[in-house]
């Protein structure tokens, strides 16, 4: 028998395509994702060195955080074009770059099109048990499936595109484990803000989190990927669930996921992936999962969490002087003073999307909370933006698409939006937004934005008392 | 990417500390499509000033920047080489830079030169009136003055900036065990070629 191995030290060895004697590895990469924004200048390099992409197969491009989430087509079905002419020659290139180069394509206005990180689960392109790269921080997402994923800049995605492998350096392993049964009102988003405020932003530097327990496996492939997602909030490089039945059940039919006996073949090489018996984590965290509330950020780090029954601390309340002066900083930011309950916090802005929380069960959570009510009047703008056309239709054929327009909230074409605020969906100086996206950075979504980060459910509530508000006082 | 070996030319004397990839790009051009032309946009708002040095007479095209500690600094943003490349820069001379910063100039075939303060202060003097010469092959410094600066780079880096290899072509070297790993897979995991969709 070889030494008992974590799920990652598995991903990793089956990978290896060379060893340097730095301990540096070649990786394979088994998917690699593309979209608009960070990938023109790799294929640009391409191009100026003559060369081509070595496994068009195993890559797969979707536009998606520039895009408008308007309206793509007029009445006759033609393409509108996109106001933004920088956002519009990104899109144009890379309409151009994936038939050149040979590569797979998910239109504009493609049924399918959507949030990479959405797309590549719900296509079956992901899949657990491989490497997938992406040029964008937030690839940890298909950790929730079992996959070892990670963003990349621009210079890697061009070596991805060119070699189809990575220079790496072995990560350390962290086991975050959630233990016991959430109350009601709590959700995925809950549990890993929850995870981030406890390990903090840099908790996880320098190593991959597996996330276990009973809490975890409890959680379905949406909520697995919300957990997975945020990993990088965590300073980790990635997150990971281990695949487990919930997992096959979730791949078993999507268009790319394996057929007939590679698919039994597929299913018997996953179940070998666990965590092995014995096996050791370089450092472990274990949280009881009845310890956690509905839960938001104060401040501009996603580590700035609190349950929503409590206040915006004091920065002198905290130990460390470098977190005293940035806490002092973030509330001058967010316009808050220590000791507001944050049940007071009145909302102008609702965003509820992003690849952290834009699939259908989040859909479905968001829309029982509004369904029947109505949007505040101080809330002035509330979007609600899925995250896939398949999404979409999906809430559509269900109606949750009338019972936010009903309760006054937008309902729009997929894509990051307001995540990242790079289309036209920006929050405007000054004012806030409760967020489901993963980042409540300075100026993160528009210049002088002030995000709350909160799980749908909470966004949906904010949304009709015009103030963060506890969503279990609004449940049957 | 081109080799570096000898650079010879003027060297334009910024001198400024803690240069921030900001200054170096600002973050309106990330919006773009192309690594070309971002030329245009190295040190916009430094350049706003019609008296500024990268657009004088003397130093317009001037292949070697001189400044100050930390260069580099900020976020992580690869235009920033990208930018200096195009504004044709090769080499940079300062005491210290940023590590995300100088990875990614070796990356893209700019040479990052660290020396002490004192030789700055001199190199800088000379650049005002006369070219300053890096050999990177000898790892020197060099004036018309006999003034002469040895400085230390790592010998990986060394090695692909003279023969200009970029890591894409380093990666290349390996093409028979990507190959090979490849063939593996095709029978180890034969399922992981995706599905006709
Ligand atoms: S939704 Fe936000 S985090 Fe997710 S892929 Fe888009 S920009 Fe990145």
Excluded at chain 1, 192 to 207: E, M, N, V
Excluded at chain 1, 349 to 378: L, Y
Excluded at chain 2, 25 to 44: C, D, N, Q, V, Y
Excluded at chain 2, 170 to 183: F, G, N, Q, V, W
Aim: one cysteine or more.
């Amino acid at each position: 028998m070889t030494r008992p191995r974590t799920l990652y030290e598995k991903i990793w060895d089956a990978h290896v395509v060379e060893q340097r004697p730095d301990g540096t590895c070649l990786i394979f990469i088994d998917r690699h994702l593309v979209h608009e924004v960070t990938s023109p200048q790799a294929f640009a390099g391409l191009r100026a060195s003559g060369r081509t992409v070595r496994r068009p197969d195993l890559t797969l491009a979707v536009p998606d955080h520039n895009l408008p989430t308007t309206v793509r087509k007029d009445a006759a079905g033609n393409k509108l074009p996109i106001a933004d002419a920088e956002s519009a020659a990104q899109l144009a290139a890379l309409e151009k770059n994936a038939p050149e180069f040979g590569i797979r394509y998910i239109d504009a206005v493609a049924p399918e099109q959507g949030i990479v990180h959405v797309v590549g689960p719900e296509q079956g392109f992901s899949l657990p048990g491989t490497t997938i790269v992406c040029g964008d921080s937030h690839t940890a997402c298909h950790g929730g499936i079992g996959a070892l994923a990670f963003g990349i800049g621009t210079s890697e995605v061009e070596h991805v595109l060119a070699t189809q492998t990575l220079l790496l350096q072995p990560a350390k392993t962290m086991e975050v484990r959630v233990e016991g049964e959430v109350g009601p009102g709590v959700t995925a988003k809950d549990i890993i803000l929850h995870i981030t405020g406890t390990i903090g932003a840099a908790g996880g530097t320098g190593h991959v989190i597996e996330y276990t327990g009973s809490a975890i496996r409890a959680l379905s492939i949406e909520g697995r990927l919300t957990v997975s997602n945020m990993a990088i909030e965590g300073g980790a490089r990635a997150g990971l669930i281990a695949p487990d039945e919930t997992t096959f059940a979730y791949l078993k039919g999507r268009p790319y996921a394996p057929r007939g006996a590679d698919w039994d073949a597929a299913v018997a090489y996953w179940k070998s992936l666990a965590t092995d018996p014995g096996a050791t984590y370089d450092k472990v965290v274990v949280i009881d999962a009845a310890e956690i509330a509905p839960s938001v950020t104060w401040g501009t780090s996603p580590e700035d969490v609190v349950p929503i029954t409590g206040v915006v601390p004091d920065p002198a309340s905290f130990a460390d002087p470098s977190k005293q002066a940035a806490a002092a900083k973030s509330l001058a930011y967010m316009g808050l003073e220590p000791g507001t309950r944050m049940q007071d916090v009145a909302i102008e802005n609702i965003f509820i999307g992003s690849c952290t929380n834009s699939r259908i069960e989040d859909m479905r959570a968001a829309a029982a909370i509004v369904k029947g009510r109505r949007k505040a009047d101080n809330v002035k703008w509330a979007i609600v933006v899925p995250g896939s056309g398949l999404v979409k239709a999906q809430a559509e054929a269900e109606g949750l698409d009338r019972i936010f327009t009903d309760a006054g909230l937008e309902w729009r074409e997929p894509g990051c939006s307001a995540c990242l605020a790079m289309n036209p969906d920006k929050v405007p100086a000054g004012e806030r937004c409760a967020s489901t996206s993963n980042r409540n950075f300075v100026g993160r979504q528009g210049p002088g934005s002030r995000t709350h980060l909160v799980s749908p459910a909470m966004a949906a509530a904010a949304a009709v008392t015009g103030r963060l508000t506890d969503v279990r006082e609004l449940m049957a | 990417m081109t080799p570096i070996e000898k650079v010879e030319g003027r060297a334009i004397p910024l001198g400024l500390k803690n240069v921030d990839t900001d200054v170096i790009i600002p973050a309106h051009w990330l919006k773009t499509t192309s690594r070309e032309g971002m030329g245009k946009g190295a040190f916009e708002t430094l350049r706003a000033d019609p008296d500024n040095l990268f657009d004088s007479p003397e130093y317009k095209g001037a292949p070697i920047l001189i400044a100050g500690d930390n260069f580099g600094c900020g976020s992580s943003r690869e235009h920033a080489a990208w930018a200096l490349g195009d504004l044709g820069i090769r080499v940079v001379i300062a005491p210290s830079y940023s590590d995300i910063f100088s990875g990614n100039a070796v990356k893209n075939g700019i040479l990052p030169v660290v020396l002490p303060q004192a030789a700055i202060d001199r190199l800088m003097e000379v650049a005002r009136t006369d070219p300053v010469h890096v050999d990177l092959d000898t790892q020197t410094v060099t004036t018309p003055f006999q003034d002469r600066f040895a400085f230390e780079i790592d010998p990986f880096r060394k090695m692909c900036l003279i023969e200009g290899l970029d890591e894409i072509s380093l990666t290349e070297k390996s093409d028979a065990a990507i190959a090979a790993y490849e063939r593996q897979l095709d029978t180890d995991r034969p399922w992981l070629r995706p599905a006709a969709a």
